[in-house]
Every structure is written in C-alpha cells, then in structure tokens.
C-alpha cells in the first residue's frame, strides 16, 4: 500500500529533487544547512573531505565499471570483434594482474601493471585475429597457436621460483578427471555430436592439465639459512605445463564455429543480468555468507580454530552455568511470589469472563477480547516469573523475545489505535517515534538518567527511585496519605460503578478490566496507609543498616532484566506504531460505516471489524520484532556490561572474542542462527505464496 | 436486522464526554511518559556536575532553575587530550563510516533490485528470495569471519594439490573505519535489495514497454527511467541506512576495538560514548549526558527533517503491498 504511495510520488516528481517552497521547508533546509555547517567546521574540512573523496572515487569507480561493462555487451550483439577484443584485453589484464600480483611473474620493472599490459595485448590480439577471421579455415592455425603462444609468454615469464617441478601422476589424474567431467557434463546434456564431445574434452582436459600440473607440482622451496629445501622444475616443464593445454582449449574454441546472429543476442541478454547483479551478490556472498559458512565450521573447532573438535563446543556451552542455569527452580519459589498470584489473579478474570459471556452464546468458553487480555496478562506474568527463576542467558533471551515482542506491538497497536484521527496525531505519533533514531548508546546513557540510585541519605537523581522516596514521604505523612487514600477510594468506586454497568448490559469485558484495576488500585491505597510503600531518606548510619537496600533497578535480579528490556520496548513502540498506524489507515471504510449502521459501538467496531483485519500485519510486526530483539546486545553491553545475570546469547559471543576463543563464540553465533531459522523458514514460505 | 443496544454510557452527556476524551488523554500521557527520558537528557546536559548529582533534572521543571552551564559541552567538544578517544574524532570517524555505507550500497542495491524486477533470467525468483532471506540473518554470524578477513586475508587451500590461494589480499584494513563501512555495505545488501525491489517492481509496466518499443536496452531503461524515477525510495532508504550505521555499537566494537592494537582515531562516536560510560564512571559521569546529547543531535535532525521519507521507507521495507 505504501508503496504505491511512494511509486506516485516517483511518478510525479520525475527525479527532479524539490526545492523547498514552503516556509517550514525553508526553514528545514536552513537547519539541514547549518548542522552540516557546523560538522564540517568542527570536525575539520580536511577529514571530511577525505572522506568524501573515499565515497566519490568508490561511487566513480564502481558506476564506471557498470557503464562500461553496459556498454560493452551492447556491443556483443552488433559488433563481435570489438566486444571479443576488448573482452580478451580485460580478461588477459586481470589474469596477468593477479599473477603478478601473487609474485608468479618475472620481475620486469617496478610496476605490476607492465605484465598487465602484455597480457592484455596479447589476449586481446588473439581475441581480435580469431573473432575476425574470415574464412572457418584460418581459425584452426590461429586459435591453437595463438593461445600456444600466450601459454609461451606464461611459461617464459613465470619467476624461477615458480618454475613447476612436476608430478606426472598428479598432471594425468587431473586431465582425466577434466575430461570425464567435460564429456560427462555433455553427455548429461544429452549432446552426442562428437564435435561437441571433442570440444568439451579438449577444454577439460586442458583446464585439468593446468590444474594438475602447477596444484600438483613442487617448488622451489629455501629455509631461513638459504639452503634449497625442496627443488623446483625448469623452463621446459613450465612449457610443457602451460603451452600444451592452453593450445588444447585453443582447438576447442577454435572449432567451435563464430556466433550467429541469434547466439549474439543471447550472450546480451543472459549477460545483462549479472552485470546488474553481481556487485551485490560479490557483497552478499563476501559479507554474508561465506562468513556464516565459516562461522558454522568454526563452531565445531577448537579456540585456535584448527583442531576439529566435533560437538565439544556446544556440548560445554549448553551444560554450562551461564547458558542454563535452573538450580533456584524450586516451586516454593514460584507459588511464594507475589507475582505468581497476580498472574492466577489474571488468568482466573479472564477464565470467568469468558465462561460468563460463553452462557449467552450457549458454550462453555468464549474468547471475548476481555476475556483475551486479561488470560494474556497473566500467562505473561507467568512467563516472567518461570523466566525469572530459571536463569541463563537462553532463558534472558527467550524473556527478551517475549516481553519486548508482546509489550512493543501491544503498545505499538495501542497507540495507534489512540492516535488515529485524533487531535494532534502526528505530532504524538513522531515523539513517540522519536526513539528511533536515538542509538542504543545513547539510549543506555539516557536510561541511567533514570534508573541510577543514589546513598539512602542523598536525595535521589533518579527518577524512578525519586518515585519511590516520594511514596515513602507520602506513606509517612499523616494527612496527605489519607488525602490520595480519598482519591483512589473514589476511582476505585468510579471503577465498581462502571462495573456494574458492565454487568447490567451484559458486557463482561468492561466489567473483567475495571475489576481488575480497581483491585490493583485499591491494594495499592491500603498498602500506602497501612504497611507503608517506599522509602525516606534516613541520615541515621545505624538505621541506614536496618533498611532493605535502595532498589537498583539495572543491578537488583532477575528483574533488573525487564528494567532493560523497557529500553528496548522505548525504541520498538514506534516501529510497530508507524507500522499498524498505516494498517488501521487501510481498513476499507465501507466496513467501518456497515458496522456503525448495524449499531455497534466504538470498542466492538474495532474488536471484531478493524482488529481482524490487522492480523496479516501483526504477523509482520512480531516477526521482525522477533528478529532484532534476538540479538540484542548493544543495550546490555551499555548498561551492565553483562554483570547481574543480564547475559544473552549475542553477548557471551562477542565475550568470547574478547577471550580469544573463537571457537566457542562462533558456537554462540551458530545458536543465535538456530533460533532465527524458523522465522526464517515462514518469511520464505510467505514470500514464495505471495508470488 | 436492528437490535437496538442500550449502552447505559451514552446516559447523561458530560459524564459520556468525559469518558469519550479518556483515550486521548491516555495517549498524551504515554506521549509524556516516551518524551521524559528525552528531556531528561536534555536538561542534564546543561547542567554543572554537582547539581546533576544533587537533584534530579525534573526540579528544573518544579522552577529550581540553578547551576545551568554550557561547561559540559565545551569540555565535550574540546580538543583531545593524549591518547584518548574525543567526540571530535568520533564525529569524523563516524562521519567516515555513515557517508559511505549510505551512499556506495544504493547504486549497487539497485542494479540488482532492477536485476530482479524486470529482466527475465533463469533462477530469478530462487535467487531473490534467498537473497532477501537474509534480511533475518543476526549479523553477530558474520562478524568473526569478517574480523579474520581484514585481519589476515582470504586464503583458500585447495585440498589434495595442496596449495594456498589468496583470494582477498590483507589489506591492513583491520581496525579501520574501511572495515566497517565495507561490512555494512554487505549486511544492509538484502534489505535495500528488498525495499528497493518492492518499489521498482510496483513502477508501471506501461512505462518499460513504451520504452523497449524506443528501442532502449535494459541499460538505458535502467539509467534514464528508472533512477530518476526511484528517488523517493532511494532516499528513504538512505536515511534508514544512515541513521542504522550510525547508530551501530556491535560492528565497530568488534571491528575496530577487539582487533590486535586498537586505534583510537578510528573510533565512532557510539565507541567513544559507551567506553567513557563504562571506564570512568564518577570522574567524568557529568559529561556523559552532553556527549550522548551530541551524539544523537545528528540522527535526530535527520529523523526530523525526513520523516515522511523514513515512515515510507520503514512501510514499504515491511508491509508487503
């Protein structure tokens, strides 16, 4: 949908870049001006400027080397002899280049680029001669002895010490092989021509001959001391290594007859697309996956990455304290916690609301949103307190995924069901975005601010701990409690009140949430006067002692694990916001209206018309939430440090190489891709059935 | 069909009004709520050390208007004192890392988008949904072996011939900002390819048509109709990939802080934050608020400027349509 949006704009703007007209772009593009300005003051223009020299000269170079390779194959259809040419000089340049530039060649002068220049000259006069020839006879003659003659120039301009001293066994296995391989390959085809066959077994011979002879061979080998360890070969093996079966690919080409016209259109077209796709896919496969490869292999050996060392590595990481640890799961834990009744507290509200609203439609249980919520609540309370008591860093992750997921699109969808057409939703829509583009450093450094505790006989810099001396203020005062006690007896009423009406309408979900909140609240007002909530600040040294510790929220386990997972839940609201936001947008206003004619209210217009037609998207939204906050790292990293039982998989990897084992922490990264792969696996299968 | 609903709550109309305007107050409130952090770094950062200490930032709120200073951002901005990482050189390393890992991926990410969307060649659709697969990739897989390459080069031993090829030179790019903008410009890959891809590929048909029956090859197609036209989604996804680059903490603290000898000089302004934040806490803590100020001032401005574009952006990189 937003992408046709964009597409319009495309359309309508052509390219051209807008000028600002308006006074707020005016004034946007003033401020866009003055911050580069002063970056480029502060940060000096010498830096800069290198750096955009860097991103010219890459940017130049690489569009230069996609226009031409463009031009180029334009060329192949039209003009043959140009295209086989030029293709020749290339091709010779980069092989002599990378020759050379491996210390193969002779040394003939200061500049690598001189055997570049031969070879390209050379590759590219044979590509001429042959591509040119007119009459099918003259191509045999100059195909084999023009590549014989490049297979001389290598033979003669190889270094000494590269001189092969060859292993005939090796060289004859290796042309065999090439020729198998080559007549297999035809034969699989399903080619019986025995031009064709000729063709194929002359190149794979050649190719394995070239292959067996310098792989296979032994060279010239001097220890520290200068004496001669392993002897090389002479000029003649590398003549009968090079010039032989480059003349041997040469008859291959060389009978093969010139392209016709329509195979000239086909080396176009089948070239074009990978003219336009390799650098990415050089980037991808560099980048991506051979890394990933060679993570898994490493996974598998030993810190120094040599010795295989089988499942070793996974077999310590999992057994391990800090992976998995369950040594307080013990079930007084669990059913001694005030949470775990909260959680029963939830889930029996949402069972009776069900089971309530169930006897109208005459079953036993109906998933009413109320009903849906308040058993989600509580089985997540529960997940909090079972991940709580169960440590390790599987476990952390695992309460990452789910609070930060659930919290972030709960949250996300709330908002902007809120903001939608609501006065000034733009602006409450990008502050709660604003997170976004703040980095999880900075958001660890702006976190502190508000976690940090101070001494008890300090006041306290921090705001949640600031809080929470104002409630101990506020529970020893002796008229102001009972003032707030007034006020949450009256909300607490308001609340019983709108029960009722729940009741008597027979809608049960108003009725399960304003329970529910008035019995939190209400226990809230009677343990502020009775028991007392919070803290004061003491002076006393001897008192000091006698209290519980100040709570510190990044320190104190396990739940200083959903303290930081709130900073993740900061950020990722207002990508599930602006996500769900243009969703609820979509819904077709005819539904809308036909739901409102039928009389229905606001809430079950939503529930049962908008909500259902948001399920695709928060399938969207929860899988790429699952994914970033998989690897979570930089919020730990930047406000614990790992300490406290904060650690997750992503963290103990990087530890790892801080440790120098790479093995083991490419295990960890072997895990992380683990856990990923079935989310992987439903993005591919819902692509391939989007097509 | 009309059953008529009583709601007993649209009795009595101001007690329905107000309970009608609760959402919007809660909205507000949770705007508040996401906005607090914010200000509170904000206000911290004009303020000396020992106020920072003494009260907490909201008393400026409640009219405690003391101890304001522009101390901390001077001593932020300052000129680096031995051998320790500044802001100044943070700005320019991540300066170094952002501009070209935005800008050197969209030409490549797009050849391969058009690649993928209009010209036919066999393995399109595998290729492509293997390539956007990896959007899912955590690139923590990827980084050791990355590590390895700048370190030392790819060399490949062929078994049996036995005989080691180097296939990518060291090139000493170990522990410098060219690590790490090469490396992002290979991890930002599928998702531009991706974005980009939905975009080029919901252009109208009519247009390519009109243009082969011209006589103009997917080059010309490509150069002079469809770079023009996709500039709305190139910058989107320009701000995306700068704001993730320079945002980034895990790819430079790997590969720029756990190489051999790490050089400070060459360390991004997230580097320098998160390494004062853990090493000097106390000493320097004041500081700390003005720095991270600094550093998301740049991503904010760009988020604030380009919003439209990002929004676009993140909608049409996510919501298939």
């Given amino acids: 949908m937003s992408t046709t949006e964009l597409v319009e704009e495309g359309l309508r703007t052509g390219g051209r870049i807008p000028v600002p007209r308006t006074p707020a772009g005016i004034i946007k593009t003033l401020i866009a001006v003055a911050v580069v300005a002063f970056l480029v003051y502060y940060v000096g223009p010498s830096s800069i400027g290198a750096t955009l020299l860097k991103v010219v000269s890459a940017v130049g170079l690489s569009v230069a080397l996609f226009v031409g390779a ?47 220049l031969f070879g390209g000259a050379a590759v590219g006069a044979l590509m001429f001669l042959l591509s040119s020839a007119r009459y099918p006879a003259l191509r045999l003659p100059i195909g084999v002895g023009g590549f014989a003659a490049i297979g001389l120039l290598l033979a003669l301009g190889v270094d000494d010490s590269r001189q092969p001293a060859l292993d005939w066994a090796k060289v004859l296995i290796c042309t065999g092989l090439g020729v198998a391989i080559g007549v297999g390959r035809r034969l699989v085809a399903n080619t019986s021509d025995p031009q064709r066959l000729a063709q194929s077994a002359l190149t794979g011979g050649g190719i394995g001959w070239l292959i067996g002879a310098w792989g296979g061979a032994t060279f010239r080998a001097v220890d520290d001391a200068g004496a001669v360890v392993t002897n090389g070969g002479n000029v003649g093996e590398a003549i009968v290594a090079t010039v032989l079966p480059l003349a041997a690919i040469g008859l291959a080409i060389a009978m093969r007859t010139p392209p016709d016209a329509l195979r000239r259109r086909e080396v176009e077209q089948r070239s074009r697309a990978w003219i336009f796709l390799s650098p990415a896919l050089l980037f991808i496969a560099g980048g991506l996956l051979v890394p990933l490869v060679q993570t898994v292999v490493q996974s598998f050996k030993d810190p120094a990455g040599e010795q295989n060392v089988g499942f070793a590595n996974y077999h310590n990481v999992i057994t391990s304290e800090a992976f998995f640890n ?104 990008s502050l709660i975005f604003l997170p976004m583009a703040i980095s999880f450093v900075g958001a660890g450094v702006i976190w502190t601010l508000i976690y940090k505790p101070r001494n008890i006989n300090e006041p306290q810099s921090g705001l949640l701990d600031a809080i929470w001396f104002g409630l101990g203020e506020l529970s020893n005062s002796s008229v102001q409690k009972w003032i707030v006690f007034a006020i949450l007896a009256a909300i607490v009423g308001g609340l019983g009140a709108l029960a009722w009406s729940g009741v008597r309408s027979q809608q049960f979900s108003r009725t399960g949430f304003s329970l529910g909140m008035a019995v939190l609240l209400g226990l809230f007002a009677i343990l502020l006067v009775g028991r007392g909530i919070g803290f004061e600040i003491v002076d006393d040294r001897a008192l000091q002692n006698q209290l519980p510790p100040i709570p510190d929220f990044v320190r104190d386990q396990p739940f200083n694990n959903m303290w930081l997972m709130v900073v993740l839940i900061w950020i990722q609201t207002g990508f599930a916001m602006v996500i769900f936001s243009s969703a609820i947008k979509a819904v077709p206003t005819e539904f809308l209206e036909a739901a409102s004619i039928d009389g229905a209210t606001r809430s079950q217009t939503f529930w049962r018309v908008t909500l259902p037609q948001l399920l695709p998207t928060v399938g969207v939204v929860v899988t790429t939430l699952i994914v970033a906050v998989m690897k979570v790292y930089d919020v730990i990293q930047v406000m614990t440090g790992g300490q406290s039982g904060t650690q997750v998989i992503a963290f103990q990897m990087i530890e790892q190489v801080n440790f120098g084992n790479f093995g083991t922490s490419s295990t960890f990264a072997a895990l992380l891709f683990v856990a990923i792969l079935p989310v992987m696996i439903y993005n591919i299968r819902n692509m391939q059935k989007a097509k | ?201 919901s252009l109208p048909r009519d247009l390519f048509e009109a243009a082969r029956i011209d006589g103009a090859d997917h080059f010309r197609i490509f150069w002079r109709l469809v770079l023009p036209l996709s500039v709305p989604v190139l910058a989107a996804f320009a701000i995306f990939q700068f704001l993730w680059t320079w945002n980034d903490y895990l790819v430079s603290n790997v590969l720029l802080r756990l190489v051999g000898q790490p050089d400070f000089q060459e360390f991004p302004t997230t580097l320098v934050i998160a390494g004062q934040a853990s090493a000097s806490f106390g000493a320097s803590e004041h500081l700390l608020t003005a720095g991270a100020f600094v550093q998301s001032a740049i991503p904010l401005v760009v988020f604030f400027l380009l919003q439209r574009f990002f929004v676009r952006g993140l909608l049409a990189g996510s919501v298939k349509g």
């Fill in chain 1, 70 to 116: 463009n031009l180029l194959f334009n060329s192949a259809y039209a003009r043959w002899t140009q295209f086989a040419t030029i293709c020749g000089v290339a091709f010779g340049c980069v092989t002599f280049l990378v020759l050379d530039g491996n210390r193969a060649m002779r040394d003939i002068g200061p500049s690598p680029w001189l055997w570049a």
């Fill in chain 1, 326 to 429: 369950k040594s307080n799961w013990v079930l007084s834990n669990i059913v001694g916690s005030r949470l775990f009744w909260i959680a029963v507290f939830f889930v029996a509200i949402g069972v009776i609301i069900g089971v309530v609203s169930g006897r109208k439609v005459r079953s036993a249980f109906e998933a009413t949103p109320g009903s849906t919520i308040a058993m989600l609540a509580g089985f997540f309370f529960l997940a909090c307190i079972v991940l709580g008591t169960l440590r390790g860093s599987i476990i952390n992750n695992l309460w990452w995924v789910v609070t930060v997921t659930l919290l972030s699109t709960a949250l996300g969808l709330g908002v902007a069901v809120l903001a939608d057409s609501a006065k000034g939703e733009n602006i409450a829509k």
């Fill in chain 2, 1 to 201: 069909m009309s059953t008529t609903i009583v709601d007993p709550s649209r009795a009595g109309g101001r007690a329905y009004r107000f309970l009608r305007s609760i959402p919007s107050w809660v909205l507000w409130l949770l705007v508040v709520v996401w906005l607090t952090p914010t200000l509170g770094l904000l206000v911290n950062s004009f303020r000396e050390k020992a106020v920072q200490q003494r009260q907490g930032w909201w008393n400026v709120l409640l009219g405690h208007m003391e101890g304001f200073t522009l101390a901390n951002y001077r001593a932020v901005l300052a000129d680096a004192t031995g051998n320790v990482p500044t802001i100044r050189s943070g700005l320019a390393s991540s300066l170094a890392i952002a501009l070209p890992a935005t800008i050197i991926p969209i030409g490549i990410a797009a050849f391969a988008a058009y690649a993928f969307a209009w010209i036919d060649f066999r393995g399109r659709q595998p290729l492509f949904i293997a390539t956007v697969s990896l959007l899912a990739i955590p690139l923590q897989v990827a980084l050791v072996p990355l590590l390895r390459l700048f370190n030392f080069g790819a060399h490949l031993t062929i078994p049996w011939l036995d005989k080691t090829i180097t296939v990518f030179p060291n090139l000493g790019l170990a522990g410098t900002t060219n690590a790490v903008w090469l490396s992002h410009t290979a991890f930002g890959m599928p998702f531009a390819i991706f974005l980009l891809h939905n975009y080029i590929s």
